[in-house]
Each structure stands twice: as structure tokens, then as C-alpha cells.
């Protein structure tokens, strides 16, 4: 129990201080803001949920007690929460079928477990980033003429502090910046906590606590009704106000979610190609370096579920059935 603790207590004060190293205002800092989650994630997927939230709990009063309740209450939401809940569906199971019985003579066997979908925890991490935008955005104002005036003003501040000779053709980037700075936060904030995620994992892996196979990335798909909820937020885009930012917010999540299942297409269908590693490499390098070709992600995840792509190309890489006579 004490070794519990301190490891709960460890990974909460490292969590912390990665959070609270923004106010440095050092570069390094926003590496460190953006990986606050990934002490707690490994606590919660290598000693139980139970761990994050120890841990969580302990970070966030020692925040509020340093720097006020906001930075408690931000860290709380941003933080331990996803931490703690993402870890938990990680090792979340079910039993896959009824356990045949054995002999007196044999051991019990083992259940079958079939582990939470990949593809509904990466509708849980859309979840997050979007509330957690959504939140941000509502400390600026609570309507969104007060919200995109208060991002224009900021950065406008912004560029004025680096380049005091800003002129005013600058207005319309600016602008520009304002309207995409809601849905670029989002992607952000995704990509940020599934590369946590990923991480935790890969050191709970290494280090031989996880308590669960390695899940295969490729069968990654979204539920259905995604696909339906996208269409509505789209929709939703085109109305005005603040109901506008909030559907952006989620179209730039569920896009994202879809970008994710894109590139496990990908990697399914290049399965037969002798050249796959250097294909996927140069994949990942484009979208990494230009960041737009993503589109072309969000367009194979999106065509794989009206399609089912993946489904075609692993049936039609199955064995022929044997004859019957």
C-alpha cells in the first residue's frame, strides 16, 4: 500500500510540474505542458485507474493551493481526468464467450476477454479535446463575438510584440488565424492526448505492467453513428454564434478521429506491398512536414467506413475454401 501511494504521489507531482512549467513562458515548457498527462496515464495503465486518480486528485490541490483554483480546476479537467478515464478503458474487458469446461483432472482454463474497441477510445479522446476547447474558449467569453474579439486582440498583441511595425494588412491574417484557431486547438489537444496515450502504453509495455495484449492498431474503426454525428456537426457549421464554434470544434475532432483510422487503412492496404515500410514512411513524413495532406487520411478513414475497404481487401487476401469432395 505505501508503494501504491507513492507511486500515485510520484505521478501526480511529476504531472504538476510539467503542467505548471507553461508559466516559465521557455520553449521547452509547452513540450513539457503537452505531456502532463503521460505520467499519470502510465500510473493508471500499469498500477489501475484507482493509481490516477490518487495521483490526480493530489496534483491538482497541490496546484490550487500554489497558483488559485483555475490552474486546480484546469489541470483537473485537462489533465487527470482524461488521464484517469482513458487509462481505465484501456483495461477495460468483458468476457468474449462462455469457458468450456475441462477435466476434473486440468486446470481451470482462462477466459476469452474481448478488450474495449480501439475505435470507441478514440471517440472518448475526440470527446476530451473537445470539451476542453470548448472550456477554453468559454474563459475568453460566453458568446462568440466576445470569444473571436478576444482572440483577435491577443494576437494582435501577439505580433505587435514581435514585430512592432505590424501594419494593418496584418488585420486579415489575423482574421484568418481567428476563425481556424478554435478547430486548430482541437487537433492539437487530439493529437496530443492519443500520442499520450500511445506512450503510456508503450512504457507500461516495456516495462512488463501491462496486463493486456497489444491491440492491433490496423482493425481500428469508429462506430457507425459517427459518421452520422460528423454530418450534423458539419451542419451545424454554417448557423452563426456560438453553437457555429462548438460544431467546429467537433467536426475538427471527429475528422481527426477519422485521420487516425485513415492511416490504419493504410497500413492494412499496403499489407501485400514488398516496399510497405518505405510507403508508410513517406506517409507519415508528408503529413508530419506539410500537415494538410492529413485531408487525404480524413478521405480514406471517411471512404473505409461508407466502403469498408479494409474489409474487401482482407477478404479477398483469405485462402480459397478446401473441396468438399
Known sequence: MMAFGLIA??????????????????????VLF????????????GWGPLCASVGGIAAAVGLGALFGLPYCIAFAVTVALPAWWLGHLVLLSRQAGPVA?????????????????????????AGFASVTTIAALLTLGTDAETIIGTLRRGMMRLLRATDPQTSGEAGQFVDALVRIAPAAATIVAMMTLTLNLWLSAKVTATSGRLRRPWPDLMTAELPP????????ALALCFTGGLLAIVAQIATAALMMAYALTGFAVLHTLTLALKSRTLWLGSAYAVVVVFGWPVIAMVILGLADAVFGFRERFLRSRQPPPLPTS
Open 101 to 125: 469446461p475441462d477435466a476434473a483432472t486440468e486446470p481451470p482454463a482462462k477466459p476469452e476477454l474481448e478488450w474495449y474497441p480501439v475505435g470507441r477510445t478514440l471517440l472518448w479522446i
Open 9 to 30: 504521489l510520484i505521478a501526480g507531482a511529476a504531472s504538476a510540474l510539467m503542467f505548471a512549467s507553461i508559466v516559465s513562458g521557455a520553449l521547452i515548457s509547452l
Open 225 to 232: 453513428m459517427t459518421l452520422v454525428v460528423l454530418c450534423i
Open 34 to 45: 503537452y505531456l502532463a498527462p503521460l505520467p499519470l496515464m502510465v500510473a493508471s495503465i
